[in-house]
């Protein structure tokens, strides 16, 4: 099972990107999708979760800015970030898996990985 990520870059404070993650499955309509996101020297946290029920999650310190979104005809999960801010700096992973509500921020709750990238919010 292949997850690919991608749109990572630079961009300047308050600017946006949209990042896509692709998944090569046939179970990707039933598995809750997530973005993750690990800064240098940092854990790896939670960002966003897409349940297959339509339910969606965020962390505290995206909501608002960031939305989480999926195209199952596409096998692909999007994550759009806005009002980005230097401390959104970090490679940005997505997850696929079937976790419990509430282990939906825990990435133990994940078994699929993709690579990352990379975003860089800089002036």
């Known amino acids: 099972v292949q997850l690919q990520a991608s749109g990572g870059g630079l961009v300047q404070p308050g600017g946006s990107l949209k990042l896509s993650c692709a998944a090569s499955t046939r179970t990707f309509s039933r598995n809750t999708m997530a973005w993750f996101r690990q800064a240098p020297g940092k854990e790896r946290e939670f960002v966003a979760a897409h349940r297959s029920t339509g339910n969606i999650y965020y962390a505290d310190s995206v909501k608002g800015r960031f939305t989480i979104s999926r195209d199952n005809a596409k096998n692909t999960v999007y994550l759009q970030m806005n009002s980005l801010k230097p401390e959104d700096t970090a490679v940005y992973y997505c997850?696929?898996?079937?976790?419990?509500?509430?282990?939906?921020?825990?990435?133990?709750?994940?078994?699929?990985w993709g690579q990352g990238t990379q975003v860089t919010v800089s002036s």
């Open positions: 997850a696929r898996g079937d976790p419990i509500t509430s282990s939906i921020r825990n990435s133990n709750g994940y078994h699929y």
